[in-house]
């Protein structure tokens, strides 16, 4: 059976919460006093964030979402928030945050690239990221524009030489007997899915 001490005096809500100020240690009262000063969200931030950071993706043993899969409607969007997390966790691997690719919704929706990386720092969810781009987008979308866009972007191939030579290069790297990789999504679900071992 558990034994439970209960105490011969009162215990006063200071001698709880400050024992810091009831021993002779007056660097456990300082100590205690600034805990109290940052409060319990701080604390509760700071936690958030550390287990965030345990399961941010390893971008060294997986690749990132597809360009295709959609949050809110937008393409490409998980696959930042991807890079993203395993950015702030050092495991990117060969994955770039804030690529030429990711700045075309940066630029779509009007947000800070740096901004953004805050947030996923903060430990938030994709439908939390999701409601902080509405609420601090500097260019407020429709359903229609965003689905519009989407469908550009998915059917997007590269349109000046230098891309299409850079284009040409890595599919022959990758995928040198495919002959269904025309869009730039087609090229990165390939090298994606290379990269980690696949057969092309």
């Known amino acids: 059976m558990r034994t439970v001490a209960v105490p011969s005096q009162p215990v006063t809500w200071n001698q709880a919460i400050l024992p810091g100020l009831h021993s002779r240690n007056p660097d456990a009262c300082y100590t205690q006093l600034n805990r109290l000063r940052q409060g319990p969200d701080s604390q509760i931030q700071r936690t958030n964030s550390q287990m965030a950071l345990r399961s941010f993706p390893d971008l060294t043993r997986q690749p990132p979402r597809s360009p295709r899969v959609r949050?809110?409607?937008y393409v490409h969007l998980p696959r930042i928030l991807d890079k993203g997390r395993a950015t702030l966790a050092g495991k990117q691997g060969e994955y770039k945050y804030n690529c030429p690719l990711d700045q075309r919704f940066l630029e779509f929706v009007g947000i800070d690239p740096m901004a953004l990386k805050k947030q996923l720092a903060a430990g938030m969810s994709d439908g939390e990221i999701l409601d902080w781009v509405g609420k601090h987008a500097q260019h407020q979308r429709t359903?229609?524009?965003i689905a519009a866009w989407s469908e550009f972007m998915e059917r997007r191939v590269p349109g000046d030489p230098e891309s299409r030579s850079f284009f040409n290069e890595?599919?022959?790297?990758?995928?040198?007997?495919?002959?269904?990789i025309t869009t730039w999504f087609d090229l990165l679900d390939v090298d994606d899915y290379a990269?980690?071992?696949?057969k092309t």
Request: hydrophobic share 30%.
């Open 71 to 73: 949050v809110g409607g």
């Open 143 to 145: 359903e229609l524009e």
């Open 170 to 180: 890595l599919q022959k790297k990758v995928a040198p007997n495919r002959e269904d």
């Open 195 to 198: 990269s980690f071992g696949g």
